[in-house]
């Protein structure tokens, strides 16, 4: 790995408890689900008109688009602070599906993936900009295409936003700097 890369944390920068720079990140329920439509409630469009940190569980889960990008290595520049991502994903990830293969219980096979939520997001900086919480956190819309707004967790693949189909695995892929990519969607 380049002297100046380093990998990259969920927390910005903060060590994992075991001393060692975190590289392994993950965020909300990446599992599929079809469709994806808003929870019940009295107002369906919840997004438009709660705080992030008024949203229930559902709601809070339900803005997760499932791309799988949180499940992708990141590099810090050591020098600059700048995020530069890879095309390597947690061994966790499926790479045909772009899903976690075991949500439920990433946490005791991949100890430093975090669970995101609205206190976290204002030290994370590796969100992509597709994301629906960054999206919304910094006060912009849902995309068109997120399943919030179309009913189907099909229109993320059809957007081609998701990283289904575009990753390696990181039993396979050796020195992330080797990997780093430069996709629009991120």
């Known amino acids: 790995m380049s002297d100046a890369l380093l990998p990259r944390g969920t927390d910005a920068g903060t060590p994992a408890s075991d001393g060692s720079a975190k590289n392994r990140t993950s965020g909300p329920d990446t599992r599929a689900t079809e469709p994806n439509p808003a929870p019940a409630g009295p107002s369906p469009r919840f997004w438009e008109t709660k705080a992030l940190r008024d949203m229930t569980d559902a709601e809070w889960e339900s803005l997760c688009d499932h791309c799988g990008k949180c499940c992708l290595h990141k590099l810090q520049h050591e020098e600059t602070g700048e995020i530069f991502y890879t095309n390597v994903a947690c061994h966790l990830l499926d790479l045909k599906t772009g899903q976690c293969s075991d949500y439920a219980n990433r946490w005791k096979t991949v100890p430093d993936c975090i669970k995101l939520t609205a206190d976290k997001l204002e030290t994370i900086a590796w969100l992509p900009s597709t994301c629906a919480y960054r999206l919304l956190a910094d006060g912009n819309p849902?995309?068109?295409?997120?399943?919030?707004?179309?009913?189907?967790?099909?229109?993320?693949?059809?957007?081609?936003?998701?990283?289904?189909?575009?990753?390696?695995?990181?039993?396979?892929?050796?020195?992330?700097?080797?990997?780093?990519?430069?996709?629009?969607d991120l």
């Open 142 to 184: 849902l995309p068109p295409w997120h399943p919030l707004e179309t009913g189907t967790q099909r229109s993320v693949r059809k957007a081609k936003v998701s990283v289904r189909g575009r990753t390696i695995s990181e039993h396979d892929a050796g020195p992330l700097d080797e990997h780093i990519v430069n996709w629009d």
